[in-house]
């Protein structure tokens, strides 16, 4: 597999996992890891831009597209949208650091876009999030599987 692949491959994994589509993108970073044709740093620094960049556009979505959270084939069920909210107005901005959570990761970040985060400290809480997630399966991906 050429570099352009993985990378490309790894980038296009993340941002589809951090939009509100289901996806993985930690399986892909393991294989990479494991295959160890590319420095660990590169791969979790790929894996985590594509993943931002996922969550910036459900942030996009959520700033831009409410008013059409009561149409059929809006992406976020009125149940998880909910739960979300309640969950970032009990802790505000904090609440993102769960971004890299699995089923309210995603929500959250189009909450944050709906209640109007502004977008320096979105992108900068949910990069914290994201990243260490990364760097904590590449830890123990290198470490056990290696």
Same mark, same amino acid.
């Given at each position: 597999? $050429?570099? #352009?692949? *993985?990378? =490309?491959? @790894?980038?296009? +994994?993340? /941002? &589809?996992? !951090? $939009?509100? #589509?289901? *996806?993985? =993108?930690? @399986?892909?970073? +393991?294989? /990479? &890891?494991? !295959?160890?044709?590319?420095?660990?740093?590169?791969?979790?620094?790929? +894996?985590?831009?594509?993943?931002?960049?996922?969550?910036?556009?459900?942030?996009?979505?959520g700033?831009?597209?409410?008013?059409?959270?009561?149409r059929?084939w809006?992406?976020?069920?009125p149940?998880?949208?909910?739960?979300?909210?309640?969950?970032?107005?009990?802790?505000?901005?904090?609440?993102?650091?769960?971004?890299?959570?699995?089923?309210?990761?995603?929500?959250?970040?189009?909450?944050?876009?709906?209640?109007?985060?502004?977008?320096?400290?979105?992108?900068?809480?949910?990069?914290?999030?994201?990243?260490?997630?990364?760097?904590?399966?590449?830890?123990?991906t290198?470490?056990?599987?290696?």
């Open positions: 597999m $050429t570099d #352009f692949a *993985a990378y =490309s491959g @790894l980038f296009s +994994a993340a /941002l &589809l996992a !951090a $939009t509100l #589509f289901p *996806a993985q =993108s930690e @399986l892909v970073l +393991a294989g /990479l &890891l494991v !295959a160890g044709n590319q420095p660990p740093w590169a791969l979790v620094a790929m +894996a985590t831009v594509g993943n931002v960049l996922g969550s910036t556009i459900n942030w996009g979505l700033r831009y597209l409410e008013h059409f959270q009561d059929r809006f992406p976020v069920k149940g998880s949208l909910h739960k979300a909210e309640r969950w970032y107005h009990r802790y505000g901005r904090w609440s993102l650091l769960l971004s890299w959570a699995p089923f309210i990761g995603d929500p959250l970040t189009l909450v944050a876009g709906v209640l109007r985060e502004p977008f320096p400290s979105f992108i900068v809480i949910v990069t914290l999030a994201k990243l260490g997630r990364y760097l904590v399966l590449a830890a123990i290198l470490q056990w599987f290696t």
